[in-house]
């Protein structure tokens, strides 16, 4: 069970802004674009605080947000008639980008490690990617967890809030970044293992 199971339902109260959105001429392509757009900018401006880091209360925020745009492109796209091979290929790359841009500031803080910090980057976008080759084994896109894009944005996201508020986090790091390292590579394996049974 993961956070990515609520998806359904928070589609479902994203359709009046999708139907809306649509008869104005917004295409989900559009709005996948200016996701990472604005994923990268906004990590980048955390980035150029530090040392200062009130800016990190915008990445929670932004989270949010950000996987509520996730949600209303799927639904333009599927429920619009906008569905596209450009698409299939913006969603899984910009997701990447994005993600990858707003954790990037957490190895520039202390007690956060650079290197840690690229390591969960790197299998993040290795677990992602792992999801996206089910369709090539002729299983189905695996969003398997227990550490998958959502529950990832939740993480961040609490983090971000409390380095924001200025929260001791020295004693809580090993754990913190161990933990996620381990989770991600079971998520890796998990989906894998899954698309592979799931093909045959």
């Given at each position: 069970m993961t956070i990515y199971a609520l998806k359904p339902r928070f589609q479902a109260f994203l359709r009046p802004l999708a139907a809306a959105l649509a008869r104005r001429g917004v295409t989900a392509n559009q709005v996948t674009v200016a996701t990472c757009v604005v994923s990268v900018v906004l990590g980048a401006l955390v980035a150029l605080q530090l040392?200062?880091?009130r800016a990190f209360l915008w990445?929670?925020?932004w989270m949010f947000l950000r996987m509520a745009l996730n949600a209303l492109d799927g639904v333009l796209a599927r429920e619009f008639g906008q569905q596209s091979r450009l698409g299939a290929y913006l969603n899984e790359l910009t997701d990447v980008i994005a993600e990858?841009?707003?954790?990037?500031?957490f190895a520039l803080l202390p007690p956060f490690s650079a290197t840690w910090t690229v390591?969960?980057?790197?299998?993040?976008?290795?677990?992602?990617?792992?999801g996206a080759l089910g369709p090539l084994v002729g299983a189905s896109r695996?969003?398997?967890?227990?550490l998958g894009?959502?529950?990832?944005?939740?993480?961040?996201?609490?983090?971000?809030?409390?380095?924001g508020l200025g929260a001791p986090l020295a004693a809580a790091?090993?754990?913190i970044w161990g933990?996620?390292?381990?989770?991600?590579?079971?998520?890796?394996v998990k989906r894998v293992r899954n698309g592979v049974a799931e093909a045959r």
């Open positions: 040392p200062a880091t990445i929670p925020a990858a841009a707003l954790i990037a500031p390591a969960v980057i790197v299998l993040a976008a290795l677990s992602e990617y792992a695996r969003y398997d967890g227990p894009k959502s529950d990832r944005a939740f993480v961040f996201g609490a983090l971000g809030l409390a380095v790091f090993d754990w933990a996620m390292l381990v989770l991600l590579v079971v998520t890796i």
